[in-house]
């Protein structure tokens, strides 16, 4: 692995798999013999504080291979897809420009669908919007938007169980923003 040459390195490397399945050591292993940064891809380690529960990298592992995007917000702030994809590439082309391989490792699969694949032209969630749907939701119960949901668009509805709240109210967002 000695001979690797600029022509032959990765434009990024993607370490993906469950909690606790040896991700961090194999992203250290490759770090001792690879030009790479690592690059978190976990919907819970951003937040700050998360340290129980998520197999969060210890202080050890992250003394020999620190990673991005790690711990950089406050648990009651949000972030979506689209943040998680906006901020990799920025860190991913600063990794490049260095003239290093970004190594993205987690196991948020939709984080690394995002930056395969892109993400829908769907409009960004609308806080109030969501609280009205909330509110909604509070009052009369997620069954029954989940039925007002098959009445506006049915095609959503089948796809969408009853006891997703995220996806449901997801779905009344974007009908209510496009109609």
């Known amino acids: 692995m000695n001979d690797v040459t600029e022509a032959s390195l990765p434009k990024a490397i993607f370490l993906m798999g469950p909690t ?13 013999v690879l030009p790479v940064e690592l ?54 082309a600063d990794i490049v420009a260095a003239g290093r391989i970004p190594l993205l490792v987690g196991g948020t699969m939709l984080y690394f669908k995002a930056l395969l694949e892109g993400l829908s032209p769907l409009p960004s969630a609308d806080p ?36 997703d709240p995220q996806r449901l109210s997801r779905a009344l967002e974007v009908f209510f923003h496009f109609g």
């Open 128 to 163: 109030e919007v969501r609280a009205r749907i909330e509110q909604q939701a509070a009052e009369q119960g997620w069954n029954a938007l989940h039925q007002q949901l098959q009445e506006i668009d049915p095609v959503a509805a089948a796809r969408i169980h009853p006891n």
């Open 20 to 32: 606790a399945s040896g991700k961090t050591a194999l992203a250290i292993a490759l770090r001792k």
């Open 39 to 92: 690059i978190s891809v976990d919907s819970a380690l951003i937040y700050r504080g998360m340290d129980i529960g998520t197999a969060k990298p210890d202080a050890a592992e992250l003394s020999a291979a620190p990673h991005r995007l790690l711990d950089i917000l406050d648990p009651a702030e949000a972030y979506s897809a689209a943040d998680f994809r906006r901020d990799a590439l920025a860190a991913m």
